[in-house]
């Protein structure tokens, strides 16, 4: 399984972009999926997560304005971010989870990564 990750781009803030995270393989609808970021300088770090089954969660800065969707027919993984701040300017990975279906925010368990997608946010 491969997965392609893209829809970054600069957006003033307040502004929003989707992100979609393209999977290769059939068996992507029993993954768990998620979305992490690294800015400039920082650890990476996780932003949201779905289940296989379609339970989310988020970290506390982006609960309410981003959202994490998958839709197994295209085999892809959305992320839907309102309302950006400064902060939020990252490059944003997609993982998955092919050995379990559940979420986690720990990065160590995602064994499939794609190659990053930019978002700059300026204020």
């Known amino acids: 399984v491969q997965l392609q990750a893209y829809g970054g781009g600069l957006v003033q803030a307040r502004g929003s972009l989707r992100l979609s995270c393209a999977a290769s393989g059939r068996t992507f609808s029993s993954y768990a999926m998620g979305w992490f970021r690294q800015a400039p300088g920082k650890e990476r770090e996780f932003v949201a997560a779905i289940t296989w089954g379609g339970g989310t969660d988020y970290t506390a800065s982006v609960k309410g304005r981003f959202t994490i969707s998958r839709d197994s027919a295209k085999s892809t993984v959305y992320l839907q971010m309102n309302s950006l701040k400064s902060e939020d300017t990252a490059v944003y990975y997609c993982?998955?989870?092919?050995?379990?279906?559940?979420?986690?925010?720990?990065?160590?368990?995602?064994?499939?990564w794609g190659q990053g997608t930019e978002v700059t946010v300026s204020s």
């Open positions: 993982a998955a989870r092919s050995r379990a279906g559940w979420l986690s925010y720990n990065l160590d368990d995602y064994d499939l």
